[in-house]
Structures are given as structure tokens and as C-alpha cells.
Nanobody
Framework: VQLVESGGGLVQPGGSLRLSCAASGFTFRIYVMNWYRQAPGKERELVARISSAGGRTNYADSVKGRFTISRDNAKNTVYLQMNSLKPEDTAVYYC????????????WGQGTQVTVSS
């Protein structure tokens, strides 16, 4: 099983980034997918979640209206479009997968750094 994130980097406040997570080694299309983040000195938090078919999503209050999670089951990839980025969005972003909507993640990626700074 592999989850490989990409797309992180340094961006100015107000800018945008698109994260990708390529999955392999499991039946991607039946799994719920998540984006979590962890800032220095803080606990890991759930940013966004998407159902297996993509019809249901959930977002942390802090990112609602700015971030969009999506998936392409033909490409085994989940995305996180991040707009209007703020310095407080700075964190390592991880993708993860789980079978049940309210379950705990089964698999994790290695993370990608997002830094929002002028």
C-alpha cells in the first residue's frame, strides 16, 4: 500500500496550491479518503474527507469555502485544492484512507509541507 502526496511548497498569503495523493496497492474506489494536517506543536487535524464515490464531503470549519477535496477513481488520486491560503494553514499535509466514513484511517502517506508566508 502506498499513498504519495505531492504539490506542497511555499506560497504567499492569498495564494493557491493543489495537493495530489496517488494511491496504489489497495482498492482505491471503495475507500473514504482524507486530508489531515499537522502544524508544529499542534495535534494532527482532519481537514477534509470525501466518500468513496465522491458524492459526500466534509470540511473543517477553518477551511470551509477555501479548500475543496475531490477524487478521480480512474486515476486512483485524491486532490485538495487550497485557495485564499493563510499563514495558519502552514503545516504538513497528509492523505489517508479508511473503509468507513466514521472510522479511523487505515493507511497514511508520508506528508507534504505547505508553507504560507510572505
Amino acid at each position: 500500500v502506498q499513498l504519495v502526496e505531492s504539490g506542497g511548497g511555499l506560497v504567499q498569503p492569498g495564494g493557491s496550491l493543489r495537493l495530489s495523493c496517488a494511491a496504489s496497492g489497495f482498492t482505491f474506489r471503495i475507500y473514504v479518503m482524507n486530508w489531515y494536517r499537522q502544524a508544529p506543536g499542534k495535534e494532527r487535524e482532519l481537514v477534509a474527507r470525501i466518500s468513496s464515490a465522491g458524492g459526500r464531503t466534509n470540511y473543517a470549519d477553518s477551511v470551509k469555502g477555501r479548500f475543496t477535496i475531490s477524487r478521480d477513481n480512474a486515476k486512483n488520486t485524491v486532490y485538495l485544492q487550497m485557495n485564499s491560503l493563510k499563514p495558519e494553514d502552514t503545516a504538513v499535509y497528509y492523505c489517508s484512507s479508511q473503509i468507513q466514513w466514521l472510522g479511523a484511517p487505515d493507511y497514511w502517506g508520508q506528508g507534504t509541507q505547505v508553507t504560507v508566508s510572505s
